[in-house]
């Protein structure tokens, strides 16, 4: 027996107030927005539901659609998600209380379901000690209001070393999508260009005897799916419904209706041929970061200047062989694209499903992960996560550089309303930023310096203008750009003196230059031989 073939508006009808609803999907990628939709439309007009958990794991919205829709107060009573900074709505609401919020680092949350769904009490986990989400800071809680409620997070101790327990939360509803489906429910997801969390997230709905709600562009006759391509089994799906508009509502990414780039085999134009942009502040920024690479590296790129300017350098350069470039949605190899489309590739080796990339993140680590940041202070500590009363959220920041054996920040070295030119190979600052990014103490712990030295880990902050490495004495300025001086363009806008080298080393000039890096070279011959024996 089948699901049971419905309108958006009848699962919108089936939700109860206060139900615990889970939804899947990675900007718009993969998020049911037909029955979002529904959601929003029925409670905009008769109230209900109201007061819902709401439950994801990624960042799921284009600044406009996915759970956007759901930002309405007594819509939504409490959210356990992992990132906003794609959700002005949510932001917006979580900032003036007007929502309970918890934050869980992505990956965890998709470790959470598994183990939601093995008939596990709660999630057991080290990622994320010493920084926001341990109780003994914040317990992952956004804002005034939260701080009142019961912890989500607690302390434990297992065989002399501590680690964090993430108690488990009915799910009530979960919210998925696949691109066809036939007539006995199987879910096939052969056009998505991420395959994500679905087993995970159907499978903790289905441990509290939860509803599964699934979107698709078609149905067919039950025998012509290959079993191989089937993400869901039809005997865990409920209800099914065909988004009536797929090129609104059912859309690859937020940019593409469709296209074969990102979900099909085959080979598109050379890789090399990308541009990789102006020679701006932020290109710099790349090109001084990539030459961190070793040849045989596993990357991580971080969304912002990681996955915008790493990716494009790396490929332009023709090192995309000598190097594996991933993204934390579970994509290898290919072009990464960024801002709303952040999750998603052109051309990828290959896709494996969110929370088996954050297993190999979190056990193993990459070599190295590239990430943004918003503060760093003079303990070594670094904050992405909430700025001002802008709370983004961890996404996959936190489970990805805890264990990555190199982790290097990219970003200006002052933000709001800074300028640069970068001529003759060397840095002009035409106009300082208004906003100090080295405080004496960040607003919230997204990394924990201390403890990443404990780890041994290689941690390095690279700016337009100076290159700064973490040791036990704190930040030390270990490069400078070509034009700058330390004492003048630097340190002034610093809360902290940092440690010098005497002198500090020049940072290539070619970084500033309209040349090749040569970046082939330096992996095969070069200062940065294979690290991987």
């Not at 990622?127 to 804002?143: A, C, S, V």
């Not at 012509?224 to 039809?234: A, F, H, K």
């Amino acid at each position: 027996m089948g699901p049971e073939l419905v309108s958006a508006d009848a699962m919108a009808a089936r939700i109860e107030d206060g139900a615990h609803v889970l939804t899947v999907g990675m900007t718009l990628s993969g998020a049911s927005e037909t029955i979002l939709k529904a959601i929003e439309a029925r409670f905009l007009s008769v109230g209900h539901p109201q007061n819902l958990t709401l439950i994801h794991s990624a960042g799921q919205s284009n600044r406009r659609d996915g759970i956007q829709h759901l930002a309405h107060e007594g819509l939504v009573g409490r959210i356990i998600g992992a990132h906003w900074g794609l959700a002005p709505r949510w932001m917006d609401m979580i900032s003036h209380d007007r929502v309970i919020a918890y934050c869980l680092p992505q990956g965890q949350m998709t470790h959470w379901y598994r183990s939601m769904a093995g008939g596990l009490p709660g999630h057991l986990t080290q990622i994320g000690l010493g920084t926001f989400i341990d109780p003994r800071q914040e317990g992952g809680k956004m804002n005034a209001r939260t701080a009142a409620e019961p912890d989500l997070i607690h302390v434990v101790e297992v065989r002399g070393e501590e680690y964090l327990f993430i108690e488990a939360v009915p799910v009530h509803v979960v919210l998925i999508r696949g691109t066809t489906a036939d007539t006995a429910g199987n879910l096939a997801a052969e056009e998505e260009a991420m395959k994500l969390e679905l087993l995970p997230a159907v499978f903790a709905a289905r441990r509290f005897d939860g509803i599964v709600m699934a979107q698709v562009r078609q149905v067919v006759p039950r025998g012509q799916l290959n079993p191989r391509q089937v993400e869901v089994p039809g005997a865990h799906i409920h209800y099914l419904t065909v988004a009536a508009h797929p090129e609104q509502d059912h859309r690859q990414t937020a940019s593409v209706d469709y296209a074969p780039r990102f979900s099909s085999q085959g080979f598109g134009p050379s890789l090399q041929e990308i541009e990789p942009g102006p020679l701006d502040e932020r290109r710099v920024i790349g090109r001084r970061a990539v030459l961190e690479l070793h040849a045989g590296d596993i990357v991580n790129m971080g969304t912002g200047i990681p996955n915008d300017v790493i990716g494009p350098e790396v490929l332009s350069e023709g090192a995309g062989d000598l190097v594996t470039l991933t993204v934390e949605s579970g994509v290898y190899g290919g072009r990464a694209w960024g801002g709303i489309d952040f999750g998603v590739a052109e051309y990828p080796d290959a896709l494996i499903e969110h929370p088996y990339q954050f297993d190999f993140y979190n056990g193993h680590g990459v070599d190295v992960t590239y990430m943004g940041f918003g503060e760093a202070d003079a303990s070594g500590n670094v904050n992405a996560t909430k700025l001002g009363d802008r709370a983004t959220g961890a996404g996959g920041f936190i489970d990805i550089t805890e264990r990555a054996r190199t982790v290097v920040f990219c970003g200006t070295m002052t933000a709001g309303g800074l300028k640069v030119v970068v001529e003759d190979g060397r840095l002009r600052v035409e106009q300082e930023g208004t906003i100090q990014k080295w405080v004496s103490h960040v607003q919230q712990i997204s990394f924990n310096g201390a403890r990443a030295l404990g780890r041994g880990q290689r941690v390095l902050v690279v700016t337009e203008r100076a290159v700064f490495q973490l040791t036990q004495a704190g930040w030390t300025l270990i490069e400078i750009a070509p034009g700058m001086d330390p004492e003048l363009d630097v340190i002034p806008h610093m809360a902290f003196r940092p440690t010098m080298l005497e002198p500090p080393v020049m940072m290539p000039p070619v970084v500033y230059e309209e040349a090749r890096l040569e970046l082939v070279a330096r992996l095969t011959t070069g200062e940065a031989k294979d690290r991987h024996g």
